[in-house]
C-alpha cells in the first residue's frame, strides 16, 4: 500500500506543488496542493502512515494553501486557504500554514459530510468499546486523549466524533492531535517519543503543535467503534481526579450542543443521539495527573446492555 | 458550445453517467455542490434507477447531502404553515412563488432544491396587511436603513426581506414579479387572477403552468447577479418538461408571454434551455417565440454571453470571457430594472452614502 512515507520527499513535493495529493483519513480523502514548504514538511511528518490514493481518481476535498500574493508577499506574509476555489476564511500569517491545513479539513468535513452525526469531541478505543470526549476548548480534551492513545487506546478522532446513524457506530478520521500551549510540554514530558511538528506560537489560538497518531491507529481507520462511554473531561490545576456518573437527559442535551450538525439531520440525529446516549455510561471528569486519569478510563466498566 | 459542461451531460442524459471514470465523478460532484444541485441530482439518479451505478466515493457524497434535502423541504413546509396561519386573519390566499410553490406543489422541479427565502406574493393594495399580519407573527424587517427602505418600498417589486425573530426564516412579499422601475410590466392582477389552488393543501395557491414558467424566466433573464443562474435554468427544465406533457401548454404558452410583456424573456429562456440542457420544445412554439427574438447582431452577442453566464459557477466551467460575461449582464441586469437616471443616483448611493450612514461598529 503506497503511504506517505513510502512517497519519498521528492515526490511528495511533485504531487502538492502540482496535482494534488490524495490523503486518506478514515472514510475521506483529501486532494491537498500547496508549494509551502512547512505544508509538505508536517505531511511527511505528521502523515507518515497514512495511506495515498493514485493519482486521477475521486478526492472529497479538493483543498490549496498558498501564500498571498501582491504586497503580502514581502510584507507580512499570508497564506491562504481554498476549497475548490471558494474561500471560507480570512488569510492567516504564513507561519500558521499547517495548522490552516488543519483547521481547514476540520471545516470541510463538519460542514458536509452529513451523512454522519458530527460532534466536537475526541473519540478513544480500547477493546472493541469507544469513549467519546466532548469538551470545550479549554478543557484539557485533547491532552488527554494525547495521553490515552499512547497508553493503549485506539485513536479514532482528536476532534470529530462521526456517528453513523444506520447501526450507531463511530468512524475513524485518522489524523493528527492538536495540542495547544502548555499542553504541547505535557505531552512532550508524557510521552516519550512523541512526534510533535514544530510548535507555531503567533496563532489565534496561541501556540499549536500537532502529533502524530499513533502508526496502529492509523493502520485500523477502517474500523469503526461501538459507543460505550461519554466523558466530559475537565482539567483543573491540583484536582483531585473525579468521575461523578450524569443522567442521560442531561448528557443528551450536552452532547447536542457540541454537535456541528444536530438540528440538520432532523429527526434522524435525535434518533442517532439518543440510541448512543442509551448504551453508554455519562461521566463528569475532572483531572489534573494524567497516570490517575489513565487509570480511571482503564477502570471504566462496560455499560450494562 | 463546443464541449458542455459534465453536469450538463448528466442531466440532459443522466443514462451516460454509468460509463463515467473516476475523475469524471471528480468533477461532477464539483460542479453540482458550486450550485448546491448535489440533493437535485440524487433526486434524478434515484428516479431512474441509477443510484447503482454511482462508484462508493460518489454515492458516500450523495448521502452526506440526503438529509439536507430532507430537512430543507421538512422546514420549509413548516414556514409555509406558518405564513398561512399569520395571514388568516387578512383573508388573503398565500400565494406561493418558485422553490417553497414547487416543493408544495409537488413538482418535478422542486425534488431535492434548496432555497434560502421564501417568496410570496400578494396585491399591492393589500401589502401593508399582510406585512402587519407577517409582524404580528414574528417576522421583522431586515433592512433598517432609511434609504434601502425607500429603495424597496418605492421602487422595487417587494418590501424589504422580513426575518423571522426566533427561527430567522426569510419571506420575501413580492407584490408584482418585476421592480416599479422596470421598463416591462408584467400586470401582477393577471397572475393572482390565474393563480391556482394546491390540491390538500386548503389556503394556499401557486402560479397557474404558464405563469410559473414565465416568472421563472423573468427571475432569470432580468437578473444581475449570475451566481445561482444554472439552477434557474434547471427550474425552466424541470418545469418546461412536466407541464409540457398537460394538454394544452404549449398552445397557450406565447401568447400568455405575449399578455405579460415577457415575449423576449420567453425567446430567451426556451432558447438556451435547449440548447444547455436540450430541453424538449415543440418546433411550432419556437417559432412562435421567434417573433420576440432580438435583431441578429444582439442575439448573436446574447449567445456568447448567456451560454457562459449560465453554465455553473465552478472554475472548470469557465473560459477566458466568463468573467467579463458575466459583468456585461451585470450592466444589463441593473439596466433591466432601473432607467439609468434613477440606477446612477441608486448606485452613487449605494457605494457613498450608505456606508457613510452605517453606525461604527
Redesign the interface.
Known amino acids: 500500500m503506497l503511504t506517505v512515507a513510502s512517497l519519498g520527499r521528492a515526490e511528495l513535493e511533485r504531487r502538492l506543488g502540482g496535482p494534488g495529493l490524495d490523503l486518506r483519513t478514515g472514510?475521506f480523502?483529501s486532494r491537498i496542493r500547496s508549494r509551502i514548504p512547512q505544508v509538505a514538511e508536517n505531511i511527511s511528518l505528521l502523515y507518515a502512515d497514512n495511506p495515498l490514493q493514485e493519482e486521477?481518481?475521486?478526492?472529497?476535498f479538493?483543498v490549496r494553501l498558498r501564500p498571498s500574493r501582491g504586497l503580502r508577499r514581502w510584507y507580512r506574509p499570508q497564506v491562504e486557504f481554498d476549497v475548490?476555489?471558494?474561500v471560507p476564511f480570512e488569510p492567516l500569517p504564513l507561519s500558521n500554514a499547517f495548522p490552516m491545513l488543519e483547521w481547514a479539513l476540520n471545516w470541510c468535513i463538519s460542514t458536509?459530510?452529513?451523512?454522519y452525526l458530527m460532534i466536537h469531541a475526541a473519540v478513544i478505543e480500547k477493546n472493541g468499546l469507544a469513549a467519546i470526549l466532548p469538551a470545550p476548548p479549554g478543557s484539557g480534551k485533547s491532552t488527554l486523549c494525547a495521553a490515552l492513545v499512547h497508553r493503549g487506546w485506539r485513536l479514532l478522532s482528536d476532534e470529530l466524533a462521526l456517528l453513523r446513524p444506520a447501526d450507531g457506530l463511530l468512524l475513524p478520521v485518522a489524523r493528527p492531535v492538536s495540542l495547544k500551549n502548555r499542553s504541547i510540554e505535557v505531552v512532550r514530558e508524557f510521552v516519550p517519543g512523541a512526534v510533535l511538528s514544530r510548535p507555531v506560537s503567533d496563532t489565534a489560538k496561541g501556540t499549536v503543535a500537532h502529533l502524530k497518531a499513533p502508526a496502529a491507529s492509523v493502520a485500523r481507520m477502517h474500523e469503526p467503534a461501538l459507543p460505550a462511554w461519554v466523558v466530559f473531561p475537565k482539567y483543573a490545576a491540583d484536582a483531585p481526579t473525579t468521575l461523578e456518573p450524569i443522567a442521560r437527559a442531561r448528557a443528551f442535551m450536552r452532547v447536542a450542543e457540541n454537535a456541528f450538525n444536530y438540528?440538520?439531520?432532523?429527526a434522524?440525529g435525535f434518533l442517532a443521539l439518543s440510541g448512543a446516549i442509551a448504551r453508554c455510561a455519562s461521566y463528569d471528569f475532572r483531572y489534573s495527573d494524567l497516570d490517575e486519569a489513565i487509570a480511571v478510563f482503564d477502570a471504566l466498566e462496560r455499560p450494562p446492555t | 458550445m463546443s464541449r458542455l459542461p459534465l453536469l450538463l451531460l448528466a442531466l440532459r442524459d443522466p443514462g451516460r453517467v454509468g460509463a463515467f471514470t473516476?475523475?469524471d465523478?471528480?468533477l461532477l460532484?464539483?460542479q453540482s455542490?458550486?450550485m448546491n444541485l448535489t440533493p437535485s441530482l440524487l433526486a434524478l439518479l434515484e428516479e431512474r434507477g441509477l443510484l447503482d451505478r454511482v462508484?462508493a466515493?460518489?454515492r458516500?457524497?450523495f448521502?452526506?447531502?440526503?438529509?439536507?434535502a430532507?430537512?430543507h423541504g421538512?422546514a420549509a413546509r413548516f414556514e409555509v404553515a406558518a405564513i398561512r396561519t399569520a395571514l388568516r386573519p387578512t383573508g388573503l390566499p398565500l400565494v406561493l412563488l418558485k422553490g417553497a410553490a414547487y416543493t408544495m406543489a409537488g413538482l418535478r422541479a422542486g425534488r431535492g432544491r434548496l432555497y434560502s427565502d421564501l417568496d410570496i406574493l400578494v396585491p399591492k393594495a393589500r401589502l401593508d396587511d399582510a406585512e402587519a399580519a407577517l409582524m404580528l407573527h414574528g417576522w421583522a424587517a431586515t433592512h433598517h436603513d432609511a434609504y434601502d427602505q425607500r429603495y424597496y418600498r418605492e421602487w422595487m417589486h417587494e418590501l424589504p426581506p422580513l426575518q423571522h425573530v426566533r427561527r430567522q426564516s426569510n419571506i420575501d412579499v413580492h407584490h408584482a414579479i418585476l421592480p416599479e422601475t422596470a421598463p416591462v410590466r408584467p400586470d401582477p392582477a393577471r397572475l393572482l387572477a390565474a393563480a391556482r389552488p394546491v390540491a390538500g393543501e386548503p389556503g394556499l395557491a401557486v402560479l397557474a403552468p404558464h405563469d410559473m414558467v414565465l416568472h421563472s424566466a423573468t427571475h432569470l433573464f432580468f437578473e444581475s447577479e449570475f451566481d445561482k443562474a444554472f439552477r434557474d435554468l434547471l427550474d425552466l427544465h424541470f418545469l418546461l418538461s412536466e407541464f409540457g406533457a398537460e394538454a394544452g401548454f404549449w398552445e397557450g404558452l406565447v401568447p400568455r408571454a405575449h399578455e405579460l410583456q415577457l415575449g423576449r424573456t420567453l425567446f430567451y429562456a426556451l432558447r438556451y434551455a435547449r440548447r444547455l440542457l436540450d430541453t424538449a420544445v415543440p418546433q411550432a412554439v419556437l417559432d412562435a417565440a421567434a417573433v420576440h427574438a432580438p435583431p441578429a447582431p444582439l442575439l448573436w452577442l446574447m449567445d456568447r454571453l448567456f451560454e457562459r453566464a449560465l453554465l455553473p459557477p465552478?472554475?472548470s466551467c469557465a473560459d477566458a470571457f466568463s468573467g467579463g460575461a458575466r459583468f456585461l449582464l451585470y450592466l444589463r441586469g441593473n439596466w433591466l430594472r432601473m432607467p439609468p437616471l434613477l440606477l446612477a443616483r441608486h448606485l452613487f448611493h449605494k457605494a457613498f452614502l450608505s456606508p457613510r450612514d452605517k453606525p461604527a461598529t
Open positions: 472514510a480523502v486521477g481518481g475521486f478526492a472529497d479538493h475548490d476555489k471558494l458536509r459530510a452529513h451523512a438540528s440538520h439531520l432532523g434522524a | 473516476a475523475a465523478w471528480d460532484m464539483r455542490a458550486s462508484p466515493p460518489a458516500a457524497q448521502e452526506w447531502a440526503r438529509p439536507l430532507l430537512r421538512q465552478h472554475a
